[in-house]
């Protein structure tokens, strides 16, 4: 074995936010040395990490010169240059996940088409070159509203994708490649975290759901395990391993699932990294999904996905009409409840809807979780010190 | 109620090793800022806090600048100069623990003396101003080998204790004031874990056990909960917080017991900042034990002590014959056991005994975890490349 710990052996990260914050837990804990390369001098990941760069994660020449200077490279964001990357594994650089991983996921209209030829199950769709064509196909009855049109290209935390419900929802549309994609009437949404070794080996973590606000089209827990039928589970567990061995995956795969009211499961979209769906686990799990991916991307063995106890994640976003340096509103009173973990994501700034924490709940007993983590929604305020 | 989170709040951490460090993965966490003062320029705390200074943390002059620059002041070793400590304490800034507790803490005649006058069960004692004193108290025959001889001060990791079972065991000693104890005949070493805020909030974490070798006298493993009856338990996790309200402590206070044969709880030692005996709760706990004390010095809410999952710790320490650059032969056979966690604390060199990690094992079967413990004693091995 590669001799990784208190060694000379280097992990190249991409990108310096949170979850490359939360992946330097698992490096310091296992002392294994990092560089992270940001566009922000003000990256959560500025300390903790042995080498910080600051530079552009889309130019070619930065991600190279910086890939080279270690031993593996990873990303904890998918907006990253996947030629430099390319060209790293033509140096023998061992990237993970790979760039041909990263740029079928990248362009969504890709992903869509690969989940078809590898008979993955997915929501049916059409693609267009430009929103234009999209709207020549709306005009000639083509394609019918309702729908959901997604950006092929640089979707994130919500960007790039609209639900279509009247003909004017295409006026507030971004120009470019695209798809359109049918509405699922899903009875949940799922998720699945997938992680897999160069060697083959293959674990996936227990389904979680997304329970969404009553009225509100917004996530508001993200519950682990998900309150869903066992086979279901099994079938959501199956499927994530499909997928991630169609990509011949290395690392975490996040598949993000619908669970129709048939109880089919549909591959909605999948992020190549831990992934906000997977924060429960710092507290729940056996292995947490950092640890996971550093362990993967290492060829090392995979640790145990179950999880200890009941785990419920709130993420701590932004209040609107708030702007400027963050205060966390009654931080205090959410630590006083019982198997409450606040994680502070370290930005400075706060503007409506970003995001800049969130909390664990922790609880043997998942209906004592669910209560305590809506008292957490209702107490936690993330404001300005200036309003 | 302060604002910590993200803000310009500073602690500043008298000591930069792995106790530091593990301290440091829960500011980054709720992103406080941190200073470090070490010693060393290549102390495990070096990166992950906001300010690294390297300097002698006995010298009054450097403890007292380096504590003016932050808002809160604490330390994770007790070789700490107390009276820059007085000094902060004056000038208001605070300073938890206290330098009177470090004190006490800081000289075992002294400490012994409190536990006599607080009412606290502890091994007989006799205190000498000097090592010949005692040498001429055994040639009275007024002290009677066998004895335990402690140095009044400086004793750290099993250094300055010695067990004098016949006359030619006092030619090893180190000169200066010491203390002789009576020799318990324990049944087991127990130790609690005391949390305590200024507000008078107090919190125990449940009894450890310590494990020693059937034939060496070396603590193998360290269980959690103890394999003790539930009422000795009770009066341990008593005794310990009566400990600690005598001290009228802020932080942790690691507290360190015997179990006599008649069941009886007498009190070792004391110290006051997360230790080794806590180290399971990072993976076993609701709370760990770093997050708590950052919790304590804060006086923010203390989190649940309770355990999540039953769990053992074992320390990787340099094997004998090993001298040099470190390598952790068969890491990857113990990561592959389930529930297993490496931490490594960053050392770069090796050298018989030296405390260079630990490994937690986690169950909900303590007798499972106990049986994958020895596996993990068995197979990992702290060596150096060259020997």
């Given at each position: 074995m590669k001799d990784y710990f208190s060694s000379d052996f280097k992990i190249a990260i991409l990108g310096g936010g949170q979850l490359g914050k939360m992946m330097l837990y698992e490096t310091r804990k296992f002392d294994i040395q990092t560089l992270v390369l940001d566009?922000?001098?003000?990256?959560?990941?500025?300390?903790?990490?042995?080498y910080f760069q600051q530079g552009d994660l889309m130019d070619y020449d930065t991600v190279l010169d910086f890939g080279r200077k270690a031993d593996v490279v990873t990303f904890?964001?998918?907006?990253?240059n996947a030629d430099a990357l390319k060209q790293l594994e033509k140096e023998g650089k061992k990237t993970y996940p790979s760039a041909a991983t990263l740029e079928k996921i990248q362009n969504k209209a890709i992903q869509k088409k690969f989940y078809v030829k590898n008979a993955i199950p997915t929501a049916d769709f059409e693609i267009f070159d430009s929103l234009q064509d999209l709207k020549n196909s709306v005009r000639e009855e083509k394609l019918k509203i309702p729908f959901v049109w997604k950006s092929a290209?640089?979707?994130y935390d919500g960007k790039g994708v609209s639900v279509i419900k009247?003909?004017?929802?295409?006026?507030?549309l971004s120009e470019g490649g695209c798809i359109a994609e049918e509405m699922i009437p899903f009875k949940n949404e799922l998720a699945v975290i997938v992680a897999r070794r160069p060697s083959g080996e293959i674990k996936t973590y227990p389904v979680v759901e997304m329970e969404f606000h009553p009225t509100a089209n917004q996530v508001e827990y993200v519950i682990?395990?998900?309150?869903?039928e066992e086979h279901v589970a099994e079938k959501a567990r199956k499927l994530a391993e499909k997928v991630s061995a169609a990509f011949d995956h290395v690392g975490l795969l996040a598949v993000e699932m619908f669970q129709t009211k048939d109880d089919d499961i549909l591959i909605n979209e999948v992020a190549p990294r831990p992934h906000n769906s997977g924060?429960?686990?710092?507290?729940?799990?056996?292995?947490n999904q950092f640890e996971q991916h550093i362990r993967a991307i290492l060829d090392l063995p995979l640790g145990n996905t179950d999880s200890k106890v009941g785990g419920i994640m709130v993420n701590l976003v932004g209040a609107e009409g708030y702007e400027g340096e963050v205060e966390y509103e009654n931080i205090e009173k959410i630590m006083a409840m019982d198997g409450v973990t606040p994680h502070i994501y370290g930005k400075k700034l706060t503007r409506p809807f970003r995001k800049m924490g969130h909390v664990t709940i922790v609880n043997k007993d998942l209906v004592e979780a669910r209560k305590i983590a809506e008292k957490v929604k209702n107490s936690i305020k993330v404001i300005s010190k200036q309003k």
């Open positions: 566009p922000s001098a003000e990256a959560p990941c500025k300390i903790s990490c042995n904890e964001i998918e907006g990253v290209t640089g979707g009247k003909i004017e929802d295409l006026n507030d682990c395990p998900a309150r869903i924060h429960y686990s710092i507290e729940a799990s056996y292995t």
